[in-house]
């Protein structure tokens, strides 16, 4: 397990929702992969989505920001649905930015054109203007010494910062990050944990897929448990690492911690 020094206490949530599923349900044929997903999170949360592989969480992360899309419910973001595709789903889109477990950098890019491509494209900035968020991100994320770089030169931890600062480059109002650092050595696994908390003490909505119990512990306002297409628990990290209500909560942290 790795633990991650800092506490979450700047930027308190502010209790107004930003992103709310309501009644939510998706199947893949036979397999009701969500069902009946209720879930509200505010405007400066931290949620830390945890369970058993196959549980639904990626297609959970999917659906929020329609990569995936749903059967029935509805998902708003800032009070507004998403819509199903066109200009408009673009621009929606780019208001939830999404990191990965497998970087997903454009690999024939330099590490500088992989942050400024969707500023330019979707938000239509200048390329100069976009340059200089570019540069000033990847300082951010302790990377800026490596911009003119190609992904395939940095290591694992420095891709999945680049991968952050390239999703805070759309300014969106919410980053979902899916096991960010499970493909990552584990010695790396620190840098971009360190970023993401840096983030959440900056106040952006996060949602964060990841088995780091050392992170949900410092980071999250609360932990949301999933285990077959269900939300079993959703409480505070301290209550649910101590006093885990559900037996699927139990079983799956007695095989973790
Ligand atoms: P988790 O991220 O919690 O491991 P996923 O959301 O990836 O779970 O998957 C939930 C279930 O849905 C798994 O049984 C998985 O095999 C299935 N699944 C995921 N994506 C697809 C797909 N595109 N087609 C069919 N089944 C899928
Ligand atoms: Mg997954």
Request: include cysteine; proline fraction near 5%.
């Amino acid at each position: 397990m790795t633990e991650v020094s800092t506490a979450k206490d700047a930027v308190p949530a502010t209790g107004e929702p930003l992103v709310v599923l309501d009644n939510v349900n998706k199947h893949f044929g036979a397999l009701h992969v969500l069902q009946n997903i209720d879930l509200t999170i505010a405007r400066g949360e931290v949620v830390v989505v945890i369970g058993p592989s196959g549980s639904g969480k990626s297609t959970l992360c999917r659906a929020i920001n329609r990569l995936e899309p749903i059967d029935s419910g509805s998902i708003t973001l800032d009070g507004k649905p998403l819509p199903a595709e066109g200009r408009e789903l673009a621009r929606l889109r780019a208001d939830v930015g999404m990191v990965f477990q497998s970087f997903n950098l454009f690999a024939h890019k330099t590490v500088l054109q992989n942050v400024t491509l969707g500023q330019i494209k979707v938000r239509r900035k200048d390329k100069a203007a976009a340059e200089t968020s570019a540069r000033a991100l990847l300082d951010r994320v302790g990377v800026g010494n490596q911009a003119d770089k190609y992904p395939a030169q940095l290591s694992g931890g420095q891709q999945q910062r680049v991968a952050i600062a390239r999703a805070l480059a759309m300014e969106p109002k919410v980053m979902l990050f899916d096991e960010p650092t499970s493909a990552l050595d584990p010695e790396m696994i620190n840098e971009v944990l360190e970023v993401m908390q840096q983030l959440a003490r900056d106040g952006m909505t996060m949602v964060v897929v990841t088995h780091e119990m050392g992170f949900a512990r410092s980071a999250a306002n609360r932990v949301v448990f999933m285990s077959d297409g269900q939300i079993v628990e959703e409480t505070t990290p301290d209550q649910f690492f101590t006093n885990p209500r559900s037996d699927r909560a139990k079983d799956f942290l007695s095989k973790i911690l």
